[in-house]
């Protein structure tokens, strides 16, 4: 049973078997024949390959005895006839093509659009005529080659030939030039060699931007412009989020630049290597930024698209598009008067279109306040052939440079920049610090004035006349060290690195982009000391990080003097990207741009490239500071936004605040602690120098130097706020004046003291002595203050001891200066000099006189009140240098209040 099982197994597999052989012999017998095949179907290509190169009238003859020539024939026939079948339907159908894709004036007969002015907008036809061809007896047909946004032109001429160049390209950029609608498309011309005019029957153009002519020796300024203008086109593409400019017209329906076409007429020879290599790079990026190159002659080929016609005589050419076999016969030039006529009407109507010089209402929007400035600050500054151009304060510009000499502009230029910010980005947005060293008011029409009551909404400090007060500038610049650090923080507490996340993060924050201007700069590093050393660090720390922070500056100086401040600070100047040259300006731009030299009167070059050439745009600056114009846009500005946002603050170096009007002096009431009120801080906020008069030892102070009048108005105001701050009868004033010409201003605050109500005594020379013992050894009760004018004065008579006395007055003196304060007496004291009150201190401390406002003393003389540390001080008119120990590290300048003279 099992025998029989395992037998009948066996059977079953050998059947198998034999079935699978079968299979594998069918298989491989296949295959052996589609091999078979497939070597004679190799060996009729082979011959069909040979037969071709050769052709058959020289055929080998062993391929002509081949046994496969006969199927070769046929399929070769078969071939040559379909072909021409075909081929006979070209030409129709490239008239058809043409028709469609060079409409109007790009492939039509002159007669047809010469003079008229073209209307194309927003894109432009693939294809221009340049001639026609014919291959058979249809007749012939346009043969068109493809230019703007999709293609270059390369040209090469045969002897004799140049002036059939020059009518093709002439015809060409005609027929471009009077399809689009004026200003649409920019044509850039070089000629090697042309001393002349190339092509001179464009030349009515060439008074307008359609057509811009470049000096034979000036090829490099045309590839820089170009590479200039393809890498900001890019920047520009780019950020709105499109990779050409075709796409971003496309995307937004609107054009935002011109075409361009830049021809270059070489003659064969070579360029040197670095134009060939910028030349290859431009041709590269030329065609997403809108510009097209025509090269005539020229010794390299374009990268990009391209498309060849070489020309073979005067009147044939032929083409990439068309292919070697094909001649083109080039349509004939149009007639010199005919072109010029044209032109002139073009040009007419681009001037006409363009709507003559520009002014500085055309830099505004429609609408007011309509921009965020999350990203950047966008403006337009003036125009160039009509076209705005615009600065942008942003990454990659976050601060700026702005030369010139004097009378070219700067201000003028600021004022325009500033107008255009100010119209685009409301006050929200937007905040302005305008500080002029000049000595003049260049910026004070922003604050509200006498004649003008309106200010500027944006700006938030306003600096005039400071060109004596370094310090101002000093504080600007901590105020703004200080704000960075305020958005740092903020933005290191949101986890974000710049301000346009930071807003994102924060919806509800108030971060405007700060600009702060300073016009005449340099000031802050005028002179070895300490204002200039503090100055040039802040300003290094602010460049360099506040672009991430929305800080921005903006630094206007007459050329050389500005730039040699730089000296030894190359961070700030490096970070001033954005580089505005005034006509004239020297070493604003890079040492080899020469831009500024020819830029015309009222002219700006502004370049966002650190000054290299081919960051150069040229624009005109309407008129933006003269009467009526830029206040007329402050008043608008003032309407919509000034019942949202304070005033700016006003600083005029010139001007010294009066005590009765600064807030500080309103704010003071009775109830507090004394404080006396001595001048106005050199602050960006509005604040007042004061004295804390609390019941500790050394709460005195010493007015030092000869300046009666500061010396006056200090003690004056130290007076009258301390007045403020008790009611009738709760604080006595001993009054004691030893300079008989201040008498009467003295005699005037005893009665104003009187007046309001207080206790005053005033002790003559000779009882002085007596009141200070008294002072000392009497019972403490209400709170005095002794105000002495002219101390040094008294000293001889406090000197004298009285027979039979232990202690002289001068010894009482020195009680009321060490312990009065913790008896609530202190004293206000006047010394003409330093050594008059070291003398009077004796060999006690310093200590007793905790604070001080010094006038025309040395800073040398101070440092021993000033815990021995170097004080620089150089003393000037109006200004005071108080120091008080209790509060200060080192002395700050200080201007003492106007006090009307009797
Ligand atoms: N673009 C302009 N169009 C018409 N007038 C202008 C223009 N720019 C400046 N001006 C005029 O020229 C004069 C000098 O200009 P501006 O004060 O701006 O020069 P500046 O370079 O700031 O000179 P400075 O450094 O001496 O102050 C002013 O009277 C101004 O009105």
Redesign the pocket.
């Known amino acids: 049973m099992k025998f029989a099982k395992s037998s009948e197994q066996r059977g079953r597999v050998l059947t198998a078997l034999g079935a699978m052989r079968q299979q594998l012999g069918l298989v491989l017998g296949a295959a052996q024949a589609a091999r078979e095949t497939a070597e004679a179907e190799l060996e009729r290509l082979r011959l069909e390959q040979r037969i071709l190169r050769a052709g058959i009238a020289h055929a080998d003859p062993e391929d002509l005895r081949h046994p496969a020539l006969s199927s070769v024939q046929d399929r070769l026939n078969a071939v040559h006839t379909a072909f021409y079948a075909e081929a006979s339907t070209v030409p129709g159908k490239l008239r058809q093509l043409v028709a469609e894709s060079a409409p109007g004036a790009a492939s039509a007969p002159p007669s047809d659009w010469l003079g008229r002015v073209g209307t194309g907008k927003l894109s432009v036809p693939p294809l221009w005529r340049i001639g026609s061809s014919t291959v058979d007896s249809s007749g012939p047909f346009p043969v068109a080659v493809p230019l703007l946004d999709e293609s270059h032109l390369s040209i090469t001429t045969a002897p004799k030939t140049r002036a059939a160049a020059e009518a093709l390209v002439e015809n060409l950029l005609l027929r471009v030039l009077s399809s689009m609608e004026p200003g649409a498309v920019r044509v850039h011309l070089w000629d090697i060699g042309q001393l002349t005019a190339v092509l001179p029957n464009l030349y009515p153009l060439s008074r307008t931007s359609a057509v811009t002519v470049y000096d034979p020796a000036r090829l490099d300024d045309l590839l820089d412009e170009l590479a200039g203008y393809i890498r900001r086109t890019h920047a520009q593409t780019m950020q709105a989020g499109h990779h050409s400019v075709r796409s971003m017209r496309e995307a937004l329906g609107q054009r935002t630049e011109p075409w361009r076409i830049a021809v270059f007429f070489g003659n064969g020879e070579d360029w040197s290597r670095e134009q060939l290599r910028e030349l290859r790079r431009i041709a590269g990026g030329a065609l997403a930024a809108g510009i097209s190159l025509i090269g005539v002659d020229l010794p390299t080929m374009f990268g990009g698209g391209v498309e060849n016609i070489r020309l073979v005589d005067e009147q044939h050419a032929v083409t990439s598009m068309t292919g070697q076999d094909i001649v083109v016969d080039l349509d004939p030039p149009i007639p010199a008067v005919e072109v010029s006529a044209a032109a002139s009407r073009l040009a007419d109507a681009l001037i006409a279109k363009q709507g003559g010089p520009r002014s500085f209402p055309d830099l505004l929007p429609a609408e007011l306040g309509r921009e965020s400035s999350a990203r950047e600050l966008r403006a337009p500054v003036g125009f160039y052939e009509g076209d705005p151009v615009e600065v942008v304060i942003g990454d990659a510009t976050p601060h700026a440079l702005i030369g010139?000499?004097?009378?070219?502009?700067?201000?003028?230029?600021l004022y325009a920049l500033i107008g255009s910010l100010a119209a685009r980005y409301p006050p929200s947005e937007l905040a302005l610090y305008l500080l002029d060293f000049?000595e003049?008011v260049?910026f004070a029409g922003l604050a509200p004035g006498r004649r003008d009551a309106s200010w500027l909404p944006h700006a938030r400090l306003i600096g005039v006349n400071v060109n004596t007060d370094r310090e101002f500038g000093l504080a600007l610049l901590r105020f703004l060290a200080d704000e960075l650090r305020r958005r740092s923080a903020a933005a290191k507490e949101h986890e974000v690195t710049d301000l346009a996340e930071l807003r994102r993060q924060d919806p509800d924050g108030h971060w405007p982009r700060i600009v702060a201007v300073i016009d005449e700069f340099q000031y802050l590093f005028a002179g070895r000391d300490t204002v200039t050393n503090q100055a040039t660090a802040l300003l290094e720390d602010i460049a360099r990080r506040g672009r991430a922070q929305g800080i921005h500056l903006i630094l206007a100086s007459?050329d050389i003097a500005g730039i040699d401040a730089f000296w030894g600070k190359p961070a700030v100047f490096e970070q001033c990207t954005l580089r505005i040259a005034?006509p004239k300006a020297r070493r604003v731009l890079a040492e080899t741009n020469n831009a500024a030299v020819a830029a015309p009167k009222?002219h700006a070059v502004v370049n966002h490239d650190s000054g290299v050439a081919h960051g150069n745009q040229l624009a005109h600056?309407?008129?933006a500071?003269?009467r009526d114009v830029f206040s007329s846009l402050q008043r608008r500005l003032w309407e919509l936004y000034s019942n949202e946002h304070e005033r700016p603050r006003l600083f005029d170096g010139a001007h010294s605040p009066i005590l009765e009007h600064v807030p500080a002096f309103a704010a003071l009431s009775p109830g507090g602690r004394p404080q006396a009120l001595l001048g106005q801080a050199i602050e960006v906020e509005e604040k007042a120098c004061a004295v804390d008069l609390f019941g500790a030892p050394g709460r005195n102070l010493a007015v030092l130097g000869t300046a009666a009048a500061e010396a006056l108005s200090i003690l004056d105001s130290a007076a009258k706020s301390l007045g403020r701050q008790y009611r009738p009868n709760e604080v006595e004033f001993l009054v004691s004046c030893l300079v008989d010409r201040c008498m009467p201003a003295v005699e005037h605050l005893v009665q104003w003291l009187k007046g309001e109500g207080h206790l005053v005594s005033q002790p003559q020379e000779d009882e002085l002595g007596a009141c200070l013992q008294q002072l000392v050894e009497g019972p403490t009760g209400h709170p005095r203050i002794l105000l002495l004018y002219g101390v040094d004065a008294a000293l001889p008579v406090l000197e004298a001891k009285k027979p039979g006395e232990l202690k002289s007055g001068l010894d009482h003196f020195r009680t009321v200066l060490k312990q009065g304060p913790t008896r609530d007496v202190h004293t206000l004291g006047w010394w003409r000099s330093t050594a008059r009150l070291k003398d009077t201190l004796g060999f006690g401390s310093t200590d007793d006189i905790g604070a001080w406002a010094a006038l025309d003393v040395q800073g040398s003389e101070l440092s021993q009140f000033a815990a021995g540390q170097v004080v620089h001080w150089s003393p000037r008119p109006g200004r005071a240098l108080f120091f008080d120990r209790s509060t200060h590290v080192s002395p700050e300048v200080m201007i003492p209040f106007d006090r009307p003279e009797f």
């Open positions: 010139g000499p004097s009378g070219s502009g700067k201000t003028n230029f000049k003049g260049s007459q005034m009222w600056v309407p008129d500071s003269s």
